[in-house]
């Protein structure tokens, strides 16, 4: 492990009941890079995220975030120390207001001042949220609803991000924002990302790193471009 | 016209209690989807409390305040002591849960306190006021609206312009997404069922005077006639649990005025059975289906 890997997990054994989902898994995600977890439906995609939460306590392994062992930290301390986990389905509240949702988001912190600006910030990334801020979490639609969680996350200013399936039942123009967004983000404030998705193509394009999984492990982790460019790699492993 | 303006006064002032009670219930069942059928037993305790220290002390304002923060303890008990190692799988798990402390408690007082009546004091006069010619309200009247007026709005402020009320509404629609956001959970809870309580054991306390007195059952029918009031408002509505409260106290009313009293446990039941069977949801039923 270097100085500048955010993210080390070594030997990440957890599921649900007796048999495990992720066996072994061997992960390191450096600050200020983006890396894609892909895989087919079952890998353990999910599950790796939910463990890495404290969502599922893991069965064996380590996680380390910033050099600190995340052992025992209970899900609701995770926030405060940088990792922000946006679930699949993205999590929106539905009977929140789009402003209720965002200030949820930094209701922990201590700096008042910075979470009031961080809320400013996201509004001020986000356009059509600021028009919608007294609107319920369902009477969004898919994109809003997208860009709520993402903005909400980032009011807490996080160090890590996890994001789970970004791209689910949004239009293809929709996607290449989001993806464009996190690039954007790690360029601008040195964000580190840690993306499950079931969309190849788009997680590889903006990723720096990509991890395939396969019933539970973790196949390959290389840069994504070796990925995108390495046809029987594809072939073998994405189905692509 | 005179009895119609009696009656319908009445019937506001102890729909208030109702609906302090039934906005108690409706508390509890959106944080923790369990209706808490120990809530009069648990009222009833703090109550007692109440009783116990304004004999030893005289003042009937100690108790007042006692009984509210006794209730506030207990139901802040009541969840991490047993509530909180329920299963709750089963729905049915709580609520037999519930009716078993509805039992220890009765029990437990029955034994510390007997079950004679007690009394149980007012702090103004039950004497109706005459405006014109017609009596009106009575100072404890007055004095009850006022009470159940600042806690219902204190709450209803609280869960929707301040941070811990919007922890508490999070909490409630999705556990687990605001754990992921630094939300307490069950801290909330715990909060949820101690304000609950709290709000019970008030509602006792306003009650109890127009009643016989201090019984272990003391509060059982007015547990069924604010069951009934939640119910009417949709179980997941405070503003319903206000209005049904209301409703039900007017009703009760006009029902023991115009056709007997010994008919208004039977209006209450009919009443139930009316909303259940019409409008399962109750009157104040969200319109959107939740999606997450």
Redesign the interface.
């Known amino acids: 492990m270097t100085a500048t890997d955010l993210l080390v997990v070594r030997g990440l054994v957890a599921g649900y009941g007796a048999a495990p989902v992720l066996r072994a898994i061997d992960l390191t995600v450096p600050a200020g890079t983006i890396a894609a977890v892909v895989g087919a439906n079952g890998a353990g995609k999910t599950t790796l995220l939910r463990a890495l939460s404290g969502m599922i306590r893991p069965a064996a392994g380590q996680v380390l975030l910033a050099g600190e062992d995340l052992r025992g930290t209970p899900v609701e301390q995770l926030v405060r120390r940088g990792m922000a986990h946006v679930p699949e389905g993205r999590g929106v509240i539905s009977e929140l207001t789009v402003d209720e949702n965002l200030r949820l988001g930094g209701l922990w912190r201590r700096d008042r001042a910075d979470a009031g600006r961080a809320l400013d910030e996201v509004y001020q990334l986000f356009e059509p949220l600021a028009r919608r801020r007294r609107h319920l979490g369902h009477q969004l639609s898919g994109g809003e609803r997208q860009m709520l969680a993402l903005g909400r996350a980032l009011v807490g200013r996080p160090r890590l991000l996890l994001l789970d399936e970004p791209s689910l039942g949004l239009a293809p123009r929709v996607v290449a924002r989001t993806m464009a967004l996190l690039r954007q983000l790690r360029d601008r404030t040195g964000l580190t990302v840690l993306l499950v998705e079931q969309n190849v193509r788009s997680a590889l394009a903006v990723a720096d790193q990509g991890v395939v999984m396969s019933l539970g492990r973790v196949v390959i982790a290389a840069p994504a471009v070796q990925l995108r460019d390495d046809v029987d790699l594809r072939h073998a492993y994405l189905g692509f | 016209m005179d009895r119609f303006v009696f009656l319908t006064v009445d019937g506001l002032s102890r729909g208030a209690v109702y609906a302090a009670f039934a906005l108690a219930l409706v508390l509890i069942w959106r944080a923790a989807r369990v209706v808490n059928f120990a809530q009069g037993a648990m009222a009833v305790a703090a109550a007692y409390v109440a009783y116990t220290v304004s004999t030893a002390t005289g003042s009937y304002w100690l108790g007042f305040v006692v009984a509210i923060v006794a209730g506030l303890l207990l139901g802040a008990l009541v969840d991490r002591a047993v509530m909180r190692h329920v299963d709750h799988a089963s729905p049915l798990n709580p609520v037999i849960v519930a009716l078993g402390l509805v039992l220890l408690i009765q029990a437990v007082l029955g034994m510390v306190y007997g079950s004679e009546f007690r009394p149980a004091e007012a702090p103004f006069s039950r004497s109706a006021l005459t405006v014109g010619g017609v009596a009106v309200l009575s100072p404890y009247d007055l004095f009850v609206f006022a009470t159940i007026g600042v806690v219902v709005s204190g709450l209803a402020w609280m869960f929707a312009r301040t941070?811990v009320g919007?922890?508490m509404?999070?909490a409630a629609?999705?556990p687990?997404?605001?754990?992921?956001?630094?939300?307490?959970?069950g801290g909330m809870l715990t909060l949820g069922w101690a304000l609950a309580s709290g709000v019970g054991a008030l509602a006792a306390m306003l009650v109890l005077p127009t009643e016989l007195g201090l019984h272990p059952h003391a509060m059982d029918l007015v547990f069924v006639s604010a069951f009934t009031a939640a119910v009417v408002g949709g179980l997941d509505s405070p503003p319903g649990a206000v209005v049904g409260g209301l409703v039900v106290g007017l009703l009760l009313s006009y029902v023991s005025g115009y056709a007997g009293s010994d008919l208004t446990p039977l209006a209450v039941l009919v009443l139930l059975l009316a909303v259940l069977l019409v409008r399962p949801g109750g009157l104040f039923a969200p319109v959107?289906a939740?999606?997450?």
Do not use: D, Q, T
Not at chain 2, 179 to 185: D, I
């Open positions: 941070p919007l922890r509404r999070a629609f999705a687990e997404v605001s754990r992921l956001l630094g939300v307490n959970v959107a939740r999606r997450v």
